[in-house]
């Protein structure tokens, strides 16, 4: 018993020493010292830190029973602003006041076994008070208990319910409890946070599991003294660090906020405390209550004491500042009234609106800034606006739009919102019912995100839509149905139910837009409820019945929320069933897009779809462009963890060349949420339409198709209808749709009436012109903030923490113009007159942008403000002042623009970070330090290791490099990183004092990724980018800028200078072209033999000279594949063939050659070389005669292949070159950039016949080698050029001529070119070539200058920049373009000269041929210092058709190189990332080439040969089908400079255009589908038809009798009625409007009224083009139909509806589908009233003559369409059977047929059964039928 006492007794007193609960005793003071310190910055050392730190006493008191009271005083406060940890805290004795204010009164706890309980305090005690008194109380929260020393639980504290981890360590012998306490603020169950601006963006899952872009943590390390009495806290340390990374958490760099507390026992004493004579009321517990920080910007502090004055003082302030040029603060200007309108009340709004609201400056600025407050004050004010129609409907709409969204969607926010969308929004489709029902549906979206109750709004809405639908209004349902889908609640699934065609009896009658629209308003939806989506959805999609482009939106719906695994492979077999090719590739595009998604939220659909992929066939990835497609890029980077994302659908439901709907839509992942700024969907289907009725591809586009047309068409807008707008569309941001609309006439109207003024009628446009004329002045100015995301969390030390980001902007725009027209516009004016006008017109305007972005984090009260901000500042100022002088018939414009007199600033761009400290008690004393400083850098990074410098000399290193030389930009890294601490300075000057103003671009950046090499880093510091105009100083100065364009007959009146080329002048070189001196006296000897020659050479040779010789000839062929026959050129001024000279002298070097394989691989390469040069000097030395002989032809046809043969055996025996791959490897393995290129020729047309300026011209261009050797080289292998490559490179050759083999078409010379060097030793291969031809042109005119087309023809064009200057010198550039056509080759010309008389000119020649083209451009002294020239030539590769593309240069200016240079260091990256290979390989060093074959009709091989850099890629996917077939034929007709690019536009609408083709016995449809059916009696059977809703042609036929072949065919239109009959002698009699207009036999013509009738041979053709009828032929066989491409799907008939899709050819007219081909050909059979024209036939219902038995009862069935029959009194003669779909009833309650056929339920019955019936098809009458 003694035992089991003392037992008891030790566990009773082990039990009182684990009670070491903390507890406050009564009737006893705790004196604590307490420290608070907050900073914010970067983590790293030496970078610029702001924060703040408190010291007081604490005095906690027991008062009562579980109640204390508690009193901070003695308080110090401090800012620290400065390097950390260098600077230390500044005591701030106006900071220690304020708080001292705010902290005065105590305030009561309740505190009970370590918990805090009720807080009470007087009034006057602020919220932001309270919360320092909380967190000094937070310190005291303690979950302890007393048998675990390790446990977990959720502890309630500052910021929310949070998971905390505690450690327990007792030292009994001292009477210590030492407590760690560790808390995770990420993971709290009501966490206390206030987030706001990102409603529309929603959360990535996936991404936030991988990084956290936030998170904080604390740490609480408790020492607690216990007696047996009680337990006291003796000291307590917190930290608490809050990390945020805006990029990747781990590689991208964070900013952190650190947060220390200590609390220390410094006293205690018994006596009762003093309890201040205040009421104090219950304020809430420890959970953080936010107060000031809402409503205060963290970018701005300013003490309010007269808010309302302080509103007009910064009103005011804000409309001067900007009333000029808008200055980079007037952004801050703007937001700083954003912060005191939010400080206002509405009588201070009412009393600032009555002062400033006639003014029109103040009065936009006002509304714009009251817009932004985003509060229902201001909400109530605006509305009270309305009410009172103080504003007008573009100001509603305006403020409307900007004050729903900014707002937050409190409980007053949104009773103003009702009230405003009920009483002043109209409830119709105008602009502004659409903004406002938009607006109020997104502000209904963000209430129903953060709360579930928004039954309120979404019953408004479901309201409207109910409404709109019982109207049968289209518009007003379309704004419904965008609303609820702004708002995105599933509850409006039901309702939107209503409009989708297949859930409602009446939904299928409602248009197709209405259908699209309903569709899209489930994406928002499908992202809450995507269950529920995706099953509407997919059924939608497999209804096949359906529209394709409702489907195709569905499936674009369905995606969207991210469907699995199965539904995916549902779509998958969908699509391999599916008739329509338009719905099969969308969906197999999509799926493919989506497929190659890398975002972590799209990774498991991702895979889902590339498995859906590789279940699809792979015909669905050759659709061409006209099919409708999904293009999508993606990127996503880990180390940002951030990524973008393009798509762009083609929707094109008729198969057109246009696509007839288009949606973009862009992406963004960033901070862990998914947000999707822009969409913007466009639909053209009327504006397609009226372009293309008034564009016909035959018409002579030089003479007819100007700017004359496009203004009537402009003007003439009235006489279309409005029921189909010309162009429509729609603009969401972030997910919300803000409006959509129409351009039709109804719209321009508004648009006026917007402008003009409700009260006005809308003026014409002679009132315009006046209005121009009198002069029109007009400016605008808008503030707007765009942005204001902001995130609030609490700190351990009552201060609140703050993370935001702002984006604001100030936008001005003014002008006047004012205009001059002669003769001046009379009363009936119209558009046209202007084109007979002169008009002068003067205007003055200015754009003007100032943005400003600012990132701030720290701490923001309205007491005080310790932080880090980051702005960015964006300002943008484009003047404009012009005069311009029009002259619309005489084709001149003249332009004066006034000189560059000082520096204008057009973009800056500038970014900083600061460290930034503000208290409300000290304003003036607020810091602002830039976070990088060149001094925070440690001095040893700064110095220069010098190996010579004495230890002693180490104090000195700081002397070294001051601090001032950190501005020189010289480059610095500390170990590996790249980075430089040193900023990185660049000005760059185009100086273009020929007008007196030069464009600067400045750029200064330093960064901290020295410090650490991160993304964020690389963003703290400093950044700028200028571009700026300034004055550069000339001689005399220039009074204006004037600019004269001339084109036509009077473009030579208008040349200031005479275009002339001299010839070049012999040159002094320097010392350093000493061997180029010696090679030019070598040269102009081996030249004396060859100009008697040359003098001597015949007309034909002389016209067919060829270029200057500085200009380079392209070979076709690549370089690499040159065959060694180059080598045996002529020099470029020879038409004629090798001599026999020459020929001995290459028999010379052939022998020479056959050694080569016994000689050594060094031998082999110097005897190369000695034949090269050998061979250079016999062709300078040897005759060139004028005749072109073929003998001479041939043989040196013989010698370039036996040449070609020896040295390529040279190179074969030199397998063991450094390379080290073998002949045979090469040979088997060949790779794609190894292959040749072969060019194809150009085969003219026989009648083609070549001027001697064609000869001159392709001489000038050079050609390609001859067919044989180019067979000869493909046969040996590739490793033979590679080889032959590999010595050119060793040895590199002189420059050298090459002659062609080939003659031209002519037969009158041979064209011939240089060939430019493939070394890089030599700078500039020409130079050789213009010495050697210098000879040849002293005392004559230079080559040049005869090929110059200003010598034969007058420009085209003159175009004469000039710098008027006071002395009246010439100043300026002249630049004329002259072109030349003859047989489909163009030869264009642009010369641009100096006005002063300088040598410099600019040379740009173009040719173009069928299948290639040229191009050069020249530029320096006579076009001879730099060139660049560029073949694109078509041809094959490895029997592939393909195209090449060959750029080659010579000597080029610095500045290309280095930037070319800069820009090469990056191309293998970029393509690696692109897909693209890497060989190998050398290349020429002044050579680009690219080569693209066709592998199939939507893959190519690519390769990109470049200087240093070999790239391919394989099958590389094509967006559209290659048009790959035989060559076009060209035609005889010119093509011009004017017409090429008509001609092209030609060619493809005549592709887009469709043909039917309608014979005895069968027909082929639009759609290119054939059937065999005819239907042959007396019947007239419409052929094609237009089916839109007033028609504007029908084409019908029908037999002459039932016993002969022959037809009679019917046009009419609504234009002309045509016919067209058989006559006895095979002939066709045509008539048009019953007047006979052709004759019987020779070719005629026909044409009035758009009407053409001609014959060709024994077909007649009729065009009537604007009617859509292209082309209409009969040759009394076979009609063929061509209509225009703009009559896709609009057409009906037998010829089909011209859609494109094979799965609905059997349209009938009731647009059903037949199921038969008799029934579809018996549905368009057009029947008479009587039968007295000779058709016979009637169409009628019919009963089935069976009961078939329909779910499981015995049935009567009718047929749901008509068959054909004979008419009353009529007996069939010949049947045929038809297929027909049947309705059936219950055989008891059946209806008779005679019901049937009145019923209207016969229209939308469904067909139970298909069964097969005899329709007549002939027919005897007898008596009067009828």
Known sequence: MRGLILALVLTLVGSQQLNYQPDFSEN?????????????????????????????????????????????????????????????????????????????????????????????????????????????????????????????????????????????????????????????????????????????????????????????????????????????????????????????????????????????????????????????????????????????????????????????????????????????????????????????????????????????????????????????????????????????????????????????????????????????????????????????????HKQCSSSDSCSECLQLLHGFAGEALSKSDTEDISLALKALGNVGHPASIKHIKKFLPGYAAGASDLPLKVHATAVMALKNIGLKDPKMVQAITLEIFLNCKIHPRVRMLAAVVLLETKPGLPIVMTLAEAVLKESSMQVASFIYSHLRALGRSTAPDLQAMASACRMAVRALSSQFDRSGYQFSKVFRFSMFKEFLMSGLAAKYLVLNNAGSLIPVTAMSQLRTHFLGRVADPLEVGVTVEGLQEMFAKGYSPDRDWEADYDFKDILKTLSDWKAFSSDKPFASGYLKMFGQELFFGGLDKNAIQSALQAWYGPDEKIPSIRRIISSLQSGMGRQWTKAFLASEIRRIVPTCSGFPMETSFYYSSVTKVAGNVQAQITPSPKSDFRLTDLLNANIRLRSKMSLSIAKEMTFVMGINTHMIQAGLEAHTK???????????????????????????????????????????????????????????????????????????????????????????????????????????????????????STFGVQVCVERKSVHAAFIKNVPLYYLVGEHALQVS??????????????????????????????????????????????????????????????????????????????AESTTSSPSSSDSDNREASSAGSSSAGSSSSSSPPGVKGKAKQQSKATALPRASAAEGERSVREQRRKARSSRSSSSRSSSSSSESTGASRRHSQYYSRAEAKSARSQSN?????????????????????????????????????????????????????????????????????????????QPRFQLDTRGTASGTGRTSGWVPSRAAVAPQPAEGVRIRQSAARRGSKSKANRNFLGDVIPPGIAIVAQAVRSDSRNQGYQATAYVRSHAAKVDVQLVVVQLAETDWKACADAVILPLKAQARLRWGKECRDYRIGAVATTGQLARKPAVQLKVQWGSLPSWIKKTSTAFMQYVPGAALVLGFSEAHQRNPSHEFIVRAAATSPRTIDTVIKAPGVTLYYQALRMPFTLPLGPSPTYETRDITAWNIFPEIASQIAQEDQSTCEVREGDFKTFDRVSHTYSFNKNCNLIVAQDCTEHPKFIIATRKVDPQSSSRVVHINTTSANITICPLANSSLLVACNEEQVLSHSGDSEYEKDNVKIYKNGATVIVEVPTHGLKKVTFDGVTLKVIVASWMRGRTCGVCGNNDREKHNELQMPNRKVAHSCSAFVHSWVLLEETCSGGCKLQRGYVKLDRNPTIDGEESTCYSADPVLKCMQDCTPVETAPVKVGFHCFPKDAAVSLLEWQRSSDKKSASEDVVESVDADVDCTCTGDCS
């Open 28 to 444: 006893k003071v705790y004196t604590f010292d307490y420290e608070s310190m907050v900073l914010s910055g970067l983590p790293e050392k030496g970078l610029a830190r702001a924060g703040i730190r408190i010291k007081s006493k604490v005095e906690i008191s027991g008062i009562g029973p579980k109640l204390c009271l508690i009193r901070i005083h003695s308080i110090e406060a401090a800012e620290y602003n400065g390097v950390w940890p260098a600077s230390s805290f500044s005591r701030s004795l106006k900071l220690t006041q304020v708080l001292t204010g705010q902290l005065s009164n105590p305030i009561k706890f309740e505190y009970s076994g370590g918990h805090v309980g009720n807080l009470m305090a007087p009034d006057s005690v602020s919220d932001d008070g309270l919360n320092i008194y909380r967190g000094v109380l937070n310190v005291l929260e303690l979950s302890l208990k007393k048998m675990q020393h390790s446990y977990s639980l959720q502890e309630a504290g500052l910021g929310g319910i949070c998971n905390t981890t505690y450690a327990i360590q007792e030292n009994k012998r001292a009477s210590l409890v030492y407590v760690t306490k560790s808390k995770d603020l990420n993971s709290c169950e009501e966490k206390v946070q206030m987030v706001t601006g990102s409603a529309y963006t929603r959360p990535c899952q996936p991404c936030q599991q991988r990084n956290k872009n936030s998170r904080a943590t604390a740490t609480y390390d408790y020492k607690i003294k216990y007696t047996r009495n009680e337990a006291v806290i003796t000291q307590a340390d917190v930290e608490e660090i809050h990390q945020f990374a805006p990029f990747n958490e781990i590689t991208g760099g964070n900013a952190v906020v650190e947060v220390r507390q200590k609390l220390s026992l410094t006293d205690v004493q018994k006596q009762t405390a003093e309890v201040p004579p205040k009421e104090f009321q219950s304020r809430g517990s420890l959970r953080y209550q936010f107060g000031s920080e809402l409503l205060q910007l963290p970018v701005h502090l300013f003490r309010i004491k007269n808010v309302e004055s302080q509103i007009e003082e910064s009103l005011q302030d804000l409309v001067e500042t900007t009333s000029e040029q808008l200055p980079s603060d007037a952004p801050a200007k703007a937001l700083k009234l954003v912060h005191l309108f939010r400080a206002a009340n509405e009588e201070n709004y009412e009393s600032v609106w009555k002062q400033f609201s006639s003014r029109p400056a103040y009065r936009r600025f006002f509304l714009d800034i009251v817009s932004a407050v985003a509060s229902h004050r201001a909400l109530r004010f605006l509305r009270q606006k309305m009410e009172r129609q103080e504003l007008t409907n573009w100001e509603v709409a305006q403020t409307v739009l900007v004050a729903l969204h900014s707002s937050p969607p409190t409980r007053d926010v949104m009773e103003e919102a009702t009230l405003i969308v009920k009483k002043h929004c109209p409830r119709s489709s105008t602009a502004l019912g659409k903004v406002c029902h938009l607006s109020y549906a997104s502000l209904c």
């Open 1217 to 1293: 070159s450094s390379y080290g791959i073998s002949t045979k490897w090469e040979y088997r393995l060949p790779k794609v950039y190894q292959l040749r290129f072969r060019p194809a020729h150009v085969h003219w047309h026989p009648d083609h016949k070549i001027s001697s300026s064609s000869s001159s011209s392709s001489s000038e261009w050079g050609s390609s080698r001859s067919n044989s050797s180019s067979s000869r080289s493909s046969s040996r292998g590739t490793c033979w050029p590679r080889l032959q490559e590999e010595q050119r490179h060793q040895h590199p050759p």
């Open 1029 to 1106: 105009f300034k004055p550069v100083y000339t001689e005399a100065p220039i009074e204006k800028i004037q600019v004269t364009i001339q084109a036509g007959d009077q473009a030579p009146t208008k040349m200031v200078r005479l275009v002339t080329f001299e010839a070049p002048e012999a040159q002094v070189s320097s010392s350093k072209d000493a061997i180029r001196r010696v090679k030019k006296i070598l040269d102009d000897t081996n030249d004396q033999g060859t100009r008697k020659s040359r003098s001597s050479s015949s007309s034909a040779s002389s016209a067919s000279g060829s």
């Open 874 to 992: 964006t300002n943008a100022h484009v003047p404009v002042n012009v005069v311009a002088a029009v002259r619309m018939k005489e084709k001149d414009i003249k332009i004066e623009i006034p000189p560059c007199k000082d520096e204008t600033n057009v973009i800056t761009v500038r970014s900083k970070t600061f460290a930034v400290t503000r208290n409300i008690g000290d304003l003036a004393a607020s810091k602002m330090t830039p976070v990088l400083l060149p001094e925070a850098v440690p001095d040893i990074m700064k110095a220069s290791f010098d190996s010579d410098s004495a230890s002693g000399e180490t104090d000195n290193i700081r002397d070294r490099q001051p601090a001032e030389d950190v501005s020189s930009g010289n480059s610095f890294s500390v170990g590996s990183s790249p980075s430089q601490k040193e900023p990185f300075v660049q000005s760059m000057c185009s100086n273009a």
